[in-house]
């Protein structure tokens, strides 16, 4: 194993951050002016802004503008070194973190003080093998592969012959009603009602199905009921069914069952998205084992008020991977701000100041969530605003948290252009390989274009999913709210 001398720039105490998403970037940027070494190591060369994934997913935005390289934003604060490394465990008594760079070379990161915020992935309730039909949203990978096998299905219904092959490509279930789940089929609606009608020639587009289905009696859970009923009724005049109290009980590349109050269905859909549940990082429960410390069923640890582990002062978690006594959502703003809190608190210890801090206290925002273009329901510290306002302001506040004015500026315009003209939709590029994969899983067909370009398709699989990936964490997952 190689030592890489990454700890040695200046002899100053040494930081190392693991995880570049919202909760590690913050931890960074608090750092800023200390008088520290600061190493933030992540497996992907970017920071992703996983609010606006189904964006990605449903052709309104370029992945570039949501996922800004973590370098670059971390271009300007010259204590911080980027190192792209998937981290795989922790030795806290030597105060290592091992890592391996993409070419497998082994990496020892030495550190004063350790923060993890390696976030969370889908979870498919002890149903790993759903992952291949019904994929998550947790990566730009995730988004692109969901962005061809949406589209994708277009195309295959339209070369469909049979009038049941062509609606069961255009059947699209998005399993968890929850913000993600609710954005994502106000978007397939939108796709299917007012973007594709005028492209297609064999079918009609305005006849796909979209079913929003949820275990939970309501739409967005963690929302006021007020917002829940309009949410609800917003769905449904957008020609999506709503089956509430109703769980996926099965799935494969035809079809999900689905059990209810009425009984069990097999629903006939190709295009199945999981926007359900979620999984802490499996560093969550590695530092559990090496601490002593509690992990939840969530795989979330149990952290100190100070955010730090049990009996170690010296290393931090944060973000989705962990549970605090007051039982935070997991959204992007609890991150950010144990981010700054660690951060600072990091910061005062450099300038010898040891007192014991205050608890991490979370300041809730609000939430909110779009219903497809021009409707968006928000709680603004208890103010409720729905319809085009609360679009406004949704609007707004994910713009403003991007990171960089090119990146903003380039959303506000594909947002502006996806609502004046005819809801256009500029980032339709698919893998058209991806789509063979579809047609493979449904047909199982010797003569279908897959079997004809077998290693082609291994390749790309492997490409397009993360979860093929070698190194790549446990089954994938969903936000439980969203946060403004
Ligand atoms: C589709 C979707 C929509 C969402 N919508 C909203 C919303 O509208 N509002 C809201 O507030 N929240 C939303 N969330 C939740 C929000 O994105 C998360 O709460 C937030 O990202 C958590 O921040 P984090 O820093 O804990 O983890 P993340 O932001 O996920 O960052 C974790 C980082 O760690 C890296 N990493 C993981 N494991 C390793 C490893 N072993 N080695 C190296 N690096 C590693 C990852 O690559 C990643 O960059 C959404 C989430 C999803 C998936």
Redesign the pocket.
């Known amino acids: 194993m190689s030592t890489a001398a990454h700890d040695d720039r200046t002899g100053r105490h040494k930081v190392v951050i693991?995880?570049?998403?919202?909760?590690?970037?913050q931890a960074a940027k608090a750092l800023s002016g200390a008088d520290v070494d600061v190493t933030i190591?992540?497996?992907?060369n970017?920071?992703?802004f996983?609010?606006l994934?189904?964006q990605v997913a449903t052709g309104i935005l370029s992945p570039g503008l949501i996922a800004p390289a973590?370098r670059r934003v971390l271009k300007k604060q010259r204590n911080v070194r980027t190192l792209l490394?998937?981290?795989?465990d922790i030795d806290l008594d030597a105060k290592i973190v091992h890592?391996a760079a993409p070419d497998g070379k082994h990496i020892d990161l030495a550190y004063d003080t350790l923060v993890v915020?390696?976030?969370?992935t889908h979870a498919y309730f002890g149903h790993p093998e759903w992952a291949e039909h019904a994929p998550?949203?947790?990566?730009i990978e995730d988004a692109r592969l969901l962005r061809s096998r949406i589209l994708g299905a277009y195309e295959l219904a339209e070369v469909a012959e049979d009038p049941a092959e062509q609606q069961a490509w255009m059947t699209f279930v998005v399993v968890g009603a929850g913000?993600?789940g609710v954005?994502l089929a106000g978007q397939l609606s939108e796709l299917a009602r007012h973007v594709l009608p005028r492209e297609y020639r064999a079918i009609d587009t305005r006849k796909a199905r979209i079913i929003l289905l949820d275990a939970a009696p309501a739409v967005l859970p963690p929302f006021a009921k007020k917002l829940q009923k309009y949410t609800k009724k917003t769905l449904e005049e957008k020609g999506i069914e709503v089956r509430l109290n109703t769980m996926a009980t099965d799935m494969d590349a035809d079809s999900i069952t689905v059990k209810s109050p009425h009984g069990l269905e097999r629903i006939t859909a190709r295009t199945k998205v999981w926007?359900a549940g979620v999984q802490a990082?499996?560093?969550a429960e590695l530092l559990g084992k090496a601490s002593g410390g509690e992990v939840d069923r969530a795989g979330r640890l149990a952290v100190d008020p100070d955010l730090s582990l049990p009996e170690r002062r010296d290393v931090f978690a944060?973000?989705?991977?962990v549970s605090t006594i007051d039982r935070l959502p997991?959204?992007?703003?609890?991150?950010?701000q144990q981010?700054t809190y660690v951060g600072k608190l990091i910061k005062a210890r450099a300038k010898g100041d040891d007192t014991t801090p205050a608890p991490f206290k979370y300041f809730d925002k609000g939430?909110?969530?779009t219903i497809g273009a021009r409707e968006a329901v928000a709680d603004v510290r208890g103010v409720k605003f729905t319809g085009w306002l609360g679009y406004v302001m949704w609007c707004y506040v994910?713009m403003m948290f991007l990171i960089g004015w090119g990146n903003r500026l380039g959303t506000l315009f594909n947002w502006v252009r996806s609502l004046r003209y005819a809801r256009y939709r500029g980032h339709r590029l698919i893998s058209v390989t991806a789509s063979y994969d579809m047609s493979e899983n449904a047909h199982d067909d010797e003569s279908s274009v897959v079997s004809a370009h077998p290693d082609e398709n291994v390749e790309h699989r492997g490409a397009l999913d993360p979860r093929t990936a070698p190194g790549t964490?446990a089954p994938p997952?969903?936000?439980p709210?969203?946060?403004?």
Do not use: W
């Open positions: 693991v995880g570049g998403g919202f909760g590690g970037v190591v992540d497996r992907t970017h920071h992703l996983q609010p994934l189904y973590l490394a998937e981290v795989g890592a915020a390696a976030g969370a998550g949203m947790k990566s913000p993600t954005e926007a990082s499996p560093l944060i973000g989705d991977m997991g959204v992007a703003q609890v991150a950010m981010g939430s909110m969530a994910h964490p997952q969903d936000s709210a969203a946060s403004a």
